[in-house]
C-alpha cells in the first residue's frame, strides 16, 4: 500500500506524487465515468471564490466540474471508500483530524487553464489536504496541460497529468496552476477537510 510513502512525503516535505496510484482498470472505468458525465452535460463551468461571490470567470479557470456523492456508480463509490482510508491513515499517522474528503471530476477542453491560486480560502481553513488523480492514459508531452506547483523556495515543478499519477500537498503551502491544455484533461481533484479553527476553538 502506497499510503505510508504519502504520509512521510508528506511530513518530510509537504506534498507526494504517486504514480500508478490505482489499477489501470480502476483508472479507465473512472476516465470512462468522466467522459460519459461529459456528454450527457452533466458537468458544469466551474467558479471561483464561494457563497455569494462565487462566479464563473474563464480568464481564471476554464474547467468543468461535478461533485462525488456516495451511491453514483460503483467505481465512484469505490474510489472514495480507498480516499476515506487514506483519510484514515493520515489522522493515525500525521494527527491532522481530517473529518471528510469531498471531490469532483474536472474536465479541461483544450485551450482551458486555472492560473496559480491557492487551495484554501483566507476566511477557511477546513481545507486541509488536497489530492488530484490524473484520468488521462495517452497523455503526451505536447499535450501540456501541466500541474505546475510553486514551491517556498521559489522554485517550481511541472507535473503532467499521466493516468494514474495521483499528487497529495497540503492545501494551503502551495500555490499551483494547471497550464493551457492542448488536449482533453481529466481528473478527480478533492479535498481532506478538518473543522475550521474557529470552531475547533470553541
Given at each position: 500500500?502506497?499510503?505510508?510513502t504519502?504520509?512521510?512525503?508528506?511530513a518530510?516535505?509537504?506534498?507526494?506524487?504517486?504514480?500508478s496510484?490505482?489499477?489501470?482498470?480502476?483508472?479507465?472505468?473512472?476516465?470512462?465515468?468522466?467522459?460519459?458525465?461529459?456528454?450527457?452535460?452533466?458537468?458544469?463551468?466551474?467558479?471561483?471564490?464561494?457563497?455569494?461571490?462565487?462566479?464563473?470567470?474563464?480568464?481564471?479557470?476554464?474547467d468543468?466540474?461535478?461533485?462525488?456523492?456516495?451511491?453514483?456508480?460503483?467505481?465512484?463509490?469505490?474510489?472514495?471508500?480507498?480516499?476515506d482510508?487514506?483519510?484514515?491513515a493520515?489522522?493515525?499517522?500525521?494527527?491532522?483530524?481530517?473529518?471528510?474528503?469531498?471531490?469532483?471530476?474536472a474536465f479541461?477542453?483544450p485551450g482551458?487553464?486555472?492560473?496559480?491560486?491557492?487551495?484554501?480560502?483566507?476566511?477557511?481553513?477546513?481545507r486541509?489536504?488536497?489530492a488530484?488523480?490524473?484520468?488521462n492514459?495517452?497523455?503526451?508531452?505536447?499535450?501540456?496541460?501541466e500541474?505546475?506547483?510553486?514551491f517556498?523556495?521559489?522554485?517550481?515543478?511541472?507535473?503532467?497529468?499521466?493516468?494514474?499519477?495521483?499528487?497529495?500537498?497540503?492545501?494551503?503551502?502551495?500555490?499551483?496552476?494547471?497550464?493551457?491544455?492542448?488536449?482533453?484533461?481529466?481528473s478527480?481533484?478533492?479535498?481532506?477537510?478538518?473543522?475550521p479553527?474557529?470552531?475547533?476553538g470553541?
Amino acid at each position: 500500500m502506497q499510503f505510508s510513502t504519502i504520509i512521510d512525503d508528506l511530513a518530510t516535505q509537504g506534498w507526494s506524487l504517486q504514480s500508478s496510484f490505482l489499477s489501470n482498470a480502476v483508472t479507465h472505468k473512472l476516465a470512462d465515468e468522466c467522459r460519459r458525465r461529459e456528454a450527457e452535460g452533466a458537468l458544469a463551468p466551474a467558479g471561483v471564490g464561494r457563497g455569494e461571490a462565487q462566479a464563473v470567470r474563464e480568464g481564471i479557470r476554464g474547467d468543468q466540474i461535478q461533485w462525488l456523492e456516495l451511491g453514483q456508480s460503483e467505481v465512484c463509490d469505490l474510489y472514495l471508500n480507498f480516499m476515506d482510508e487514506l483519510r484514515r491513515a493520515l489522522n493515525r499517522e500525521l494527527f491532522l483530524g481530517l473529518e471528510e474528503f469531498e471531490c469532483h471530476f474536472a474536465f479541461y477542453p483544450p485551450g482551458a487553464f486555472y492560473q496559480t491560486h491557492l487551495d484554501r480560502f483566507r476566511d477557511d481553513d477546513s481545507r486541509c489536504v488536497t489530492a488530484v488523480l490524473y484520468l488521462n492514459p495517452d497523455w503526451q508531452p505536447e499535450h501540456a496541460g501541466e500541474l505546475r506547483m510553486h514551491f517556498p523556495d521559489g522554485s517550481q515543478r511541472d507535473i503532467a497529468p499521466l493516468a494514474g499519477n495521483l499528487v497529495v500537498f497540503m492545501s494551503g503551502d502551495f500555490p499551483h496552476e494547471v497550464r493551457p491544455t492542448q488536449a482533453e484533461r481529466l481528473s478527480l481533484t478533492g479535498w481532506f477537510r478538518r473543522r475550521p479553527e474557529d470552531v475547533l476553538g470553541l
